[in-house]
């Protein structure tokens, strides 16, 4: 089974500031990785697949980047919506495994 | 539209069995690749079951030998029949439609449905 590890486990940061989410997968996962925003009391949301491609309807001020092992979310300005939870997905081998989580918090 | 509702989650004794549903809608199930995601209270999330057509679904290490995924085309709904419930199964469970072509990444999600594993 593929690991995913996010770091960090909580980001404090404020509306405006750049947000730079890490996941690093314990094998090699090519490019085969999504990125999820979770909102509290509510289902996932795909934001990126394939690393760096977005979902439909996803802001442009997400983007993904990374191969192999180690993976980047960047959130190039917080807006007040963007305060949630973040995942990553591996699909390269079953079982599909999700990262821990990243929480991104207002300072 | 494109829409997913689960439904059947409940509280449930260890060792009970419980069949979640997944009413899908805007979309057809018979030709769609579909998920169970779980979510335990305050944790992350996990994969449990895959389903697509007429291939063998696949399950995690945690739910195999325990948990069935199957789909009625005729009700376009995708099922999870859940034996031998433990505690650790307590968490919403999730559908999740995946996006085409075999990606299996999930861009549509129900809302979920709670099961509770406890005496």
């Known amino acids: 089974e593929i690991v995913l590890t996010q770091s960090p486990a909580t980001l404090s940061l404020s509306p405006g500031e750049r947000a730079t989410l890490s996941c690093r997968a314990s094998q090699s996962v090519s490019h085969y990785l999504a990125w999820y925003q979770q909102r509290p009391g509510q289902a996932p949301r795909l934001l990126i697949y394939?690393?760096?491609s977005r979902a439909t309807g996803v802001p442009a001020r997400f983007s993904g980047s990374g191969s192999g092992t180690d993976f980047t979310l960047t959130i190039s300005s917080l807006e007040p919506e963007d305060f949630a939870v973040y995942y990553c997905q591996q699909r390269a081998t079953w079982p599909l495994t999700f990262g821990g989580g990243t929480k991104v918090e207002i300072k | 539209e494109v829409q997913l509702v689960e439904s059947g989650g409940g509280f449930i004794p260890p060792g009970g069995s419980l069949r979640l549903s997944c009413a899908a809608s805007?979309?057809?199930?018979?030709?769609?690749?579909l998920s169970w995601v779980r979510q335990a209270p305050g944790k992350g999330l996990e994969w449990v079951s895959h389903?697509?057509?007429?291939?063998?679904?696949t399950y995690g290490d945690s739910v195999k030998g325990r948990f069935t995924i199957s789909r009625d085309d005729s009700k376009n709904t995708l099922y999870l029949q859940m034996n031998s419930l433990r505690a650790e199964d307590t968490a919403v469970y999730y559908c999740?439609?995946?996006?085409?072509?075999?990606?299996?990444?999930?861009?549509?999600w129900g809302k979920g449905t709670t099961v509770t594993v406890s005496s």
């Open positions: 805007g979309f057809t199930v018979s030709s769609s690749s």
């Open positions: 394939e690393a760096s």
């Open positions: 389903i697509y057509g007429g291939d063998f679904p």
């Open positions: 999740a439609k995946e996006v085409g072509g075999g990606f299996h990444y999930m861009d549509v």
